[in-house]
């Protein structure tokens, strides 16, 4: 570190991904780094991937790498992170994400390139939890990252939404049925719990799936 002029462990870090973004740069590749993995001394022409707002600076360190002329994709993971539990992320609460994220100056809000929805299969353990997690928030997340904002209409969504659960009937998908509706904080926080310390299949079974594991 000190050869090089590096005086911490961040900054050995940045070291190391420009090593790594220019290995890409060279082959016309584009490289991405997680948004807890910024630091000062990265390259500019790395595409921040926002997912967690409270490390490293959270959404404001983005936000200024945007300000100052950089790309960003927006994964925030309480609200487009589909292995999580319907009781944590609600459908409403993904149709009312807003993909720029705050404190990006509007003159800047191109450099957002987009949502990137994620869902991580080591928690996913069948095809059926798959299309279970992912449907309709799929179907939502596109709404919500091509819908103007102040443009939103969550029942009017609700509405043009129908056909979709039409299309995941004949295709046989496994699908989440009901949970456009709102559930009370204290429904959606015994769910949370019931998620991560006893039965991450609950919401499964209780949507009329009996075949679900427990």
């Given at each position: 570190?000190?050869?090089?002029?590096?005086?911490?462990?961040?900054?050995?870090?940045?070291h190391?991904?420009?090593?790594?973004?220019?290995?890409?740069?060279?082959?016309?590749?584009?490289?991405?780094?997680?948004?807890?993995?910024?630091?000062?001394?990265?390259?500019?022409?790395?595409?921040?991937?926002?997912?967690?707002?409270?490390?490293?600076?959270?959404?404001?360190?983005?936000?200024?790498?945007?300000?100052?002329?950089?790309?960003?994709?927006?994964?925030?993971?309480?609200?487009?992170?589909y292995?999580?539990?319907?009781?944590?992320?609600?459908?409403?609460?993904?149709?009312?994400?807003?993909?720029?994220?705050?404190?990006?100056?509007?003159?800047?809000?191109?450099?957002?390139?987009?949502?990137?929805?994620?869902?991580?299969?080591?928690?996913?353990?069948?095809?059926?939890?798959?299309?279970?997690?992912?449907?309709?928030?799929?179907?939502?997340?596109?709404?919500?990252?091509?819908?103007?904002?102040?443009?939103?209409?969550?029942?009017?969504?609700?509405?043009r939404?129908?056909?979709?659960?039409?299309?995941?009937?004949?295709?046989?998908?496994?699908?989440?049925k009901?949970?456009?509706?709102?559930?009370?904080?204290?429904?959606?926080?015994?769910?949370?719990?019931?998620?991560?310390?006893?039965?991450?299949?609950?919401e499964?079974?209780?949507?009329?799936?009996?075949s679900?594991?427990?």
């Amino acid at each position: 570190m000190r050869e090089m002029g590096l005086k911490n462990e961040r900054e050995l870090q940045g070291h190391f991904l420009n090593c790594v973004n220019r290995f890409l740069r060279e082959r016309g590749r584009t490289a991405i780094v997680w948004n807890d993995g910024l630091c000062a001394n990265l390259d500019k022409d790395v595409t921040a991937q926002f997912w967690v707002p409270f490390l490293s600076g959270g959404a404001g360190l983005t936000a200024r790498r945007v300000n100052a002329g950089g790309a960003a994709i927006n994964s925030h993971c309480l609200r487009v992170y589909y292995d999580y539990p319907y009781a944590l992320t609600p459908l409403k609460k993904t149709y009312d994400f807003e993909p720029i994220l705050p404190g990006i100056r509007r003159r800047s809000e191109a450099g957002v390139r987009g949502i990137e929805a994620a869902i991580w299969t080591e928690w996913i353990d069948s095809e059926e939890k798959l299309f279970f997690n992912a449907l309709p928030r799929l179907t939502v997340t596109a709404e919500t990252g091509w819908t103007a904002r102040g443009r939103k209409h969550y029942r009017d969504f609700l509405l043009r939404l129908q056909p979709h659960y039409a299309l995941y009937e004949r295709l046989n998908l496994p699908y989440a049925k009901g949970v456009e509706r709102p559930q009370p904080l204290g429904k959606r926080i015994r769910g949370v719990k019931t998620f991560l310390l006893t039965d991450s299949h609950a919401e499964l079974r209780s949507n009329g799936t009996g075949s679900a594991k427990p």
